[in-house]
């Protein structure tokens, strides 16, 4: 990290002579950081239902993006008088495409809030595949001030979500219950993902800040 964001003087600045590394520095890195991605126990209600979904643990090795995407963009902030400074930055948008992931034999149990009798039980088969998630970050590096690096966005596109429900009693719990759950994991994955990158990302910004230090 510190070969690629910091310069012999202590500076930041990216280094666009390094994006060859690029995959085999920031996106391990940005993984290692946690040894999974975990969404917790899931539970729900309507007039009609109590669901309960366990939990989805998934190992970061699972999640390497198939390609990623980079974007510059530089900015001098100046005075036009002497006691005025000058401050640069430099915005950088990164975009991991095609995260895919298969997680087979999710267990869930459902019952009725109309008819105590009536209960449901059976298996989610989660695959994200095809165009998979894509995550997007955001984020200004600073050569001045407290922060070195600030997190703009970061956002997780999860639509290619996809869920089969089998071992339930009939296929009518199967077809009721599948628009409730997809919707529940798609927002519940998306939340996790954009707040573990974002940590990383703020853990980063005060090592650097750290090793900026070191340099003054």
């Known amino acids: 990290m510190k070969a690629l964001f910091v310069n012999e003087d202590g500076n930041v600045a990216f280094k666009p002579e390094l994006l060859a590394d690029f995959t085999d520095l920031v996106v391990p890195e940005i993984l290692t950081e946690f040894a999974s991605v975990r969404i917790p126990l899931i539970e729900f209600k309507d007039p009609q239902w109590e669901m309960r979904v366990e939990g989805i643990e998934v190992e970061t090795k699972a999640l390497l993006p198939s390609l990623c995407e980079i974007e510059f963009q530089n900015s001098v902030l100046f005075g ?93 719990s199967a077809f009721t219950f599948n628009k409730h759950i997809v919707k529940l994991i798609k927002q519940n994955l998306k939340t996790v993902v954009e707040d573990e990158v974002r940590s990383v990302l703020e853990k980063w910004d005060r090592q650097l800040v750290v090793m900026r230090r070191a340099f003054m």
């Open 80 to 172: 036009l008088t002497r006691n005025v400074g000058y401050e640069t930055a430099n915005k950088v948008e990164l975009k991991f495409h095609q995260i895919t992931f298969n997680n087979p034999g999710l267990p869930f149990r459902a019952k009725s809030r109309k008819f105590v009798s009536v209960s449901e039980n059976g298996y989610l088969d989660i695959d994200l595949a095809n165009q998979g998630m894509t995550v997007t970050v955001n984020v200004t590096l600073f050569s001045t001030g407290p922060r070195v690096l600030q997190v703009n966005r970061v956002q997780a596109d999860v639509e290619g979500l996809q869920i089969v429900i089998r071992d339930t009693h009939n296929e009518l």
